[in-house]
């Protein structure tokens, strides 16, 4: 699943008038490159949730079928759900147990097709250091468990990047609510695992790091 649905209130004046993942770096559309990265991992099922001008993003995506895939999508109107909430409406889409989620506004070279989930644990997440923006972190890593709370104080960020089974949202009903509570009701069960990303990564949450992220793939030969 794409997370696609936010109104990208920080990304403003730039999301006015176009949803956040189709803003373009290096010519192409955030979430295209998403869609891209998860046909080359064998990934075939796809689910979009959509809102703020979701119709832009179904019009962009069709199908998916000019990228290898099959796109479904999770509507949310009149307002997103939030992510813990977008995911939980989309569930009878998402199957088998496990399935991936992605955050439509990061751009990076996660190999998505070597993440995995071990029983019984009920969701894994990809953590990366923490960039200047976020230097406090969310979680902590060790031993390839994600913790609340970690030795010495150390945490990093979530990349917006998680497997998950569909027993994680038990006890949730259909409506708005954040991923947040859920990943920490998981983790004090000892239930979550997770693995630390070194490679590429970016929010691209304001123009500022957009306009950086665009300027720095042109640059690329």
């Not at 990228?67 to 977008?86: C, K, M, Q, R």
């Not at 953590?127 to 150390?154: I, M, Q, S, W």
């Not at 239930?191 to 990564?201: D, I, T, V, Y």
Request: hydrophobic share 40%; glycine share 10%.
């Amino acid at each position: 699943m794409i997370l696609a649905a936010g109104r990208g209130e920080r990304m403003r004046p730039l999301t006015d008038s176009m949803p956040k993942p189709l803003l373009r770096v290096a010519g192409k559309p955030l979430i295209q490159y998403h869609v891209e990265a998860l046909a080359r991992a064998g990934i075939p099922r796809l689910v979009v949730n959509l809102a703020w001008q979701g119709e832009r993003i179904r019009d962009h995506l069709a199908d998916g079928a000019r990228f290898g895939v099959h796109i479904s999508y999770s509507e949310e109107h009149p307002a997103a759900l939030e992510a813990g909430g977008g995911i939980f409406r989309a569930l009878r889409w998402l199957r088998p147990d496990p399935f991936l989620v992605v955050n439509g506004d990061v751009f990076c070279d996660v190999d998505f097709g070597l993440l995995r989930l071990a029983e019984p644990d009920d969701a894994h997440l990809v953590l990366v250091p923490n960039p200047p923006h976020h230097p406090a972190g969310d979680f902590a890593c060790k031993a390839g468990r994600a913790l609340v709370r970690g030795p010495g104080g150390t945490r990093f960020t979530f990349s917006g990047i998680g497997l998950y089974r569909k027993r994680f949202f038990e006890g949730c009903t259909d409506g708005a609510f954040p991923l947040k509570p859920l990943l920490l009701r998981s983790m004090e069960a000892g239930r979550c695992s997770a693995q630390l990303h070194h490679g590429q990564w970016e929010d691209v949450g304001t123009p500022a790091r957009l306009a950086a992220l665009d300027e720095r793939l042109r640059s690329v030969p």
